[in-house]
C-alpha cells in the first residue's frame, strides 16, 4: 500500500501561484510514477501531469503546459507541482496519485493510478 498526502493548497488571486507537496509513504519511491488529477465542481476529473520515478519522463495536460511545474524530490519522498499564472478555470481539488512503474498508455488516465491522495482544494478567484 502506497499512502498518499497533500499540502500546499489554498486561495489565490488570478495570476498568482501555489506549490502542491504530496508527501508518499510505503513503497520504495523512486519506483513510483507520481501524477496530479483535478477535478472541478459539477465535472469529471482530469488529468493535470505525471512524472516517472527517475523523473526522465514528463507529461502534462494542454491546459497547463507552460503553467504548471511538476518535480519530485526522491529522498524527501515527495512530488510537487508548482502552478503558475493561475486562471480561474483551474479552480478544483487536486489530487496526488502513484503507481508502480510507468505506462505510456495510462499515465493520463484515472484508471492508471491505485493509490490517491485525499485531495487538497485550490481556488482562484478572478
Known amino acids: 500500500q502506497v499512502q498518499l498526502v497533500e499540502s500546499g493548497g489554498g486561495l489565490v488571486q488570478a495570476g498568482g501561484s501555489l506549490r502542491l507537496s504530496c508527501a508518499a509513504s510505503?513503497?520504495?519511491?523512486?519506483?513510483?510514477?507520481m501524477g496530479w488529477f483535478r477535478q472541478a465542481p459539477g465535472k469529471e476529473r482530469e488529468f493535470v501531469a505525471s512524472?516517472?520515478?527517475?523523473?526522465?519522463?514528463?507529461r502534462y495536460a494542454d491546459s497547463v503546459k507552460g503553467r504548471f511545474t511538476i518535480s519530485r524530490d526522491n529522498a524527501k519522498n515527495t512530488v510537487y507541482l508548482q502552478m503558475n499564472s493561475l486562471k480561474p478555470e483551474d479552480t478544483a481539488v487536486y489530487s496526488c496519485?502513484?503507481?508502480?512503474?510507468?505506462?505510456?498508455?495510462?499515465?493520463?488516465?484515472?484508471?492508471?493510478?491505485?493509490?490517491w491522495g485525499q485531495g487538497t482544494q485550490v481556488t482562484v478567484s478572478s
Open positions: 496519485t502513484a503507481r508502480v512503474g510507468y505506462d505510456s498508455g495510462t499515465y493520463d488516465l484515472t484508471s492508471g493510478y491505485p493509490y
Open positions: 510505503g513503497r520504495t519511491f523512486s519506483t513510483l510514477t
Open positions: 512524472i516517472s520515478g527517475s523523473g526522465g519522463r514528463i
